[in-house]
């Protein structure tokens, strides 16, 4: 007789393993399948957010930031070092400890919640019924009352720049790197690509990035998009707009790559090319043709607003589905998903979905941005406060930057809050807790920030508003 579960989830990154733990939370019989291998040949939980992604890019850019900093900024706190080197092979070591020890505790988690952990492949078939092939056995069938697709997404590949693993990667073999190139490329100036560029820009390499956007950073509020674009010109980062890639040619020494812009044809040689043009859902092997799953054109698996499929008792969560590729977003629908099996009450508020760039500055938003509140046609006011005027921040030494917020002239609801400077990722949560609460500006206003501290900024920001910030100039 084969296994029957509660629950059977296919997937074991930041959407399955939450929501399966979750799962088992509220009584339910639960297995998580995962196929995860990572370059030592070990499999592992986690997923590409904890393995390849969130976790190891994090711990390198936290490396990579501590050796410029060392720098270019402790001779102004009286810190004496001397000449400063770096230790590529300690620094990937510390990657590696850190992922190893997350990853283990999806593990642990998961004895401790009495979740089975399925090392495999996992399959959807027909009728609620999943094939499961364990990495060194054979294939079985286990039935499930509810199913819960959460395969993630992988890396686009263009065809004029193939993965080699070598000289053009993708995101993955970027954070492997035992030396820093001479000179990087970089294909894509977005979230990854910009994260992945400044690592090895910090640690010596000289890096040029190529965006076929027009304008910086798109998605983000425009104040805070030129704000970071200067930081980074002044970091050595070339950032190169409106430039289509054409080709990238491997040779002896490295990668020629051709692009096209409003100059026409240009070209730049550079040891190493990282190619992050963005992530596609994974969903190879995933589905039996019969499995009556709904894939859309662009290749997501087709759900409502509650993340069920068209198949009842099926239902999909994460990278997988639509919305934002983030880690944080993915959980949240595992934990809904969970909790609506268990015929509880639960959503997701996508319009509060905050998102960080890890660089430095960092950059936060939660949200619309101005362009979005202008082209809804709303009346709306916006404050904005530089961290120059920030005690925190010039203790810190990390000035650069600013929080904006963008509320509604009407009834003073908060439309959107934008922060581009240190520890913006921290910073946000305040305003994803006051957007989801649908706060005024005057609640902001009204509430007590601790002195000194970086959140004043979003204080004054609020008062600013109105013209009524305290420690700058009101305009």
Known sequence: MSKSYDVVVIGAGPAGYIAAIRAAQLGMNVACIDEWKNTDGKNAFGGTCLNAGCIPSKALLESSELYYRAQHEFKKHGITTGDVEMDIAAMQKRRVSIVRQLTGGIAGLFKANKVDGLVGHGKLLAGKQVEFTPVDGESEVIAATN??????????????????????VDSWDALEFDAVPATLGVIGAGVIGLELGSVWARLGAKVTIIEAMDDFLFMADRDVANVAAKDFKKQGLDIKLGAKMTSAKTGKNGVTVEYVDQSGTQSFDVEKLIV??????????????????????????????ECRTRVKGVYA???????PMLAHKASEE????????????????????PSVIYTAPEI???????????????????GSFPFAANGRAKALEQTSGMVKVISASDDDEILGIHIVGPMAGELISEAVLALEFSASTEDLQRTIHAHPSLAEAIHEAALAADKRALNYMNR
Do not use: C, H
């Not at 019969?290 to 997501?300: N, P």
């Not at 936060?364 to 916006?382: D, F, L, M, N, Q």
């Open 147 to 168: 199913v819960i697709l959460a395969s993630g997404s992988a890396p686009i590949e263009l065809g004029v720049a193939p993965f080699d693993s070598e000289k053009i």
């Open 276 to 305: 992050a043009v963005g992530r596609r859902p994974f969903t190879d092997g995933l589905l039996a043709e019969d499995s009556g799953i709904q894939l859309d054109e662009r290749g997501f698996i087709v759900v409502d607003d």
């Open 317 to 323: 969560i994460g990278d997988s589905v639509r919305g």
């Open 334 to 353: 595992g934990v809904m998903v969970a909790d609506l099996i268990a015929g509880e009450l639960a959503e997701v508020n996508y319009n509060v979905i």
């Open 364 to 382: 936060a938003w939660v949200g619309k941005t101005e362009e979005e509140v202008k082209a809804s046609g709303r009346p709306y006011k916006t």
